[in-house]
């Protein structure tokens, strides 16, 4: 009221930006609070979805998440809230699945008998709703290069011809947000849409996450009703558990993971799994299931490489219908390595950013919007971290950084990199020379004038050391 839009805007940004400083800092509390392997269980699926006057809302993606949050870190959340900000008084931990994705029930059978998905909204209503499908995570979504290909293929592999043999069981592994679920999904989606099996009938696909099943088998044997549980579960041509890590030091659900396993393969069902680490590296999980969770087919999500990073960025902005110069592109693609799904929420923020004020997007630009999670992934900088950056921008080994070689294309870099050293860090000349392979403290100094000097005269260089040290200190 009185504001214009603009000023409402503006401000609401500075607010958002604060909240999320604020909320990134009640997480590492809770991390260091619960331990690491509570917090991912639980806790790391929590976003901040808005604030309203006192009020906090935090998102989980299904149901059960939230409830079980809810009831262990409900309070915990609001006073770490308050304390950070004591115009917080309250948190509403909800339920959220992707935005508008139309959901499949966990038997996707129903759905694909009626007309050409998306399916009705009346599913929403639905309880299962939460075991839906997100529509994103289609194979032609998903960007192939090096280091998935292998678990694309075998994915595609499974879909294309569900139970083959030295497919099944399917155990797709790899680190947080490198693409697991989003395979997973993918295969689902291709059965539904394809009719070619079970003579013409449409395969029925179960996916759920491990803590579900858990959840469910739970709620199962408190109700008396383990064999009706027992009885859906072996009733689908294709199951799918993700993030089978969730059931360790879960016994008796694995137990009853194992029997289902065995049930369905016995008679020839398809099994796809998903964990964070191979099956051979999942302590705490039952021998017998370990066995046969290597009898198939095993493929890794690799982290991902810097060209798959910016092939993932380039596909996601030209689906957004946004120009993101290339620079950018890079600079994200260097700054946030680990995980696609962080990767594509800044690109996300970025693209929201350049609608809401019709701004381009710049260097400048993306180094503000973006303050927050750059900063969150920022430490103190090395000088070994400086000598894998460079040597990766400029495409040359890591080695190269102390080698004796003198050639223009290994010599310019390594200036660089002695340059960038001396600038962001505290280390002194014979410190650094030291680090690079030996050199003399006359060496580095030589370097840092000899970069200044280019700088001042070569404009291609001068943006590529700019681009490094925004990339190594913001
Ligand atoms: P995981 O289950 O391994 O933790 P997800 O499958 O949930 O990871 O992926 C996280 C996010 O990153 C999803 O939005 C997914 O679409 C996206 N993503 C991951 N890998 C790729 C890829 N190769 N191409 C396109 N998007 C990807
Ligand atoms: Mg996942």
């Not at 194979?139 to 099944?168: D, L």
């Not at 701004?359 to 400086?386: G, S």
Request: aromatic share 8%; proline share 4%.
């Amino acid at each position: 009221m009185g504001h214009d839009a603009s000023t409402t805007m503006e401000t609401e940004l500075v607010d958002t930006s604060q909240l999320a400083t604020q909320w990134a800092r009640i997480r590492g509390r809770l991390q260091t609070e619960v331990g690491e392997v509570e917090y991912r269980n639980w806790l790391r699926q929590m976003t901040l979805a808005g604030a309203d006057g006192d009020e906090i809302t935090v998102h989980l993606p299904t149901r059960f998440l939230s409830d079980w949050v809810r009831s262990r870190y409900g309070e915990r959340l609001s006073a770490l809230w308050h304390a950070e900000n004591p115009a917080i008084r309250r948190v509403d931990i909800r339920a959220v699945g992707p935005a508008s994705s139309p959901p499949l029930a966990e038997s996707l059978t129903s759905a694909i008998e009626r007309p050409a998905s998306p399916p009705r909204i009346e599913e929403r209503a639905d309880p299962r709703a939460e075991l839906a499908i997100d529509p994103r995570f289609t194979f032609e979504a998903f960007v192939v290069g090096k280091p998935n290909e292998f678990a694309y293929a075998c994915a595609r592999r499974v879909a294309e011809q569900p139970s083959s043999p030295g497919f099944n069981p399917l155990f797709l592994y790899g680190g947080v947000g490198l693409g697991k679920t989003h395979l997973m999904h993918a295969i689902a989606w291709e059965l539904v849409a394809s009719k070619r099996f079970n003579g013409g009938r449409p395969v029925s696909v179960a996916y759920m996450s491990a803590e579900k099943f858990m959840y469910r088998f739970i709620a199962a044997i408190r109700s008396q009703q383990t064999m009706q549980f027992k009885e859906q579960l072996r009733s689908p041509d294709v199951l799918m558990i993700d993030d089978l890590q969730f059931l360790i030091g879960k016994d008796n659900t694995q137990e009853e993971f194992f029997h289902t396993f065995n049930a369905l393969v016995d008679v020839g069902k398809q099994i796809v799994v998903s964990a964070d680490k191979s099956p051979s590296d999942l302590s705490g999980l039952d021998d017998r299931l370990r066995t046969r969770l290597g009898y198939g087919m095993v493929a890794d999500l690799h982290a991902t490489t810097f060209e798959l990073r910016i092939s993932i960025l380039e596909a996601k902005a030209a689906r957004a219908g946004i120009a993101v110069p290339g620079k950018v592109m890079e600079f994200l693609a260097h700054k946030i390595t680990t995980n696609v799904r962080e990767l594509e929420g800044a690109l996300n923020r970025l693209v929201a950013h350049a609608n809401l004020f019709g701004r381009t997007v710049t260097l400048e630009t993306t180094q503000e919007v973006l303050h927050d999670i750059l900063k969150a992934q920022d430490r103190r900088v090395t000088i070994e971290e400086i000598q894998r950056k460079v040597a990766e921008y400029f495409k040359i080994r890591l080695a190269d950084m102390s080698s004796a070689r003198r050639a223009r294309a290994v010599a310019r870099p390594r200036q660089v990199a002695m340059y960038l050293a001396k600038q962001i860090t505290q280390r002194s000349l014979p410190e650094i020379g030291r680090r690079f392979g030996n050199r003399d403290h006359t060496t580095v100094m030589h370097a840092c004038s000899r970069v200044s000097e280019l700088i001042a005269r070569d404009a291609a260089l001068a943006e590529d050391v700019e681009l490094l040290r925004r990339m190594l200190e913001s």
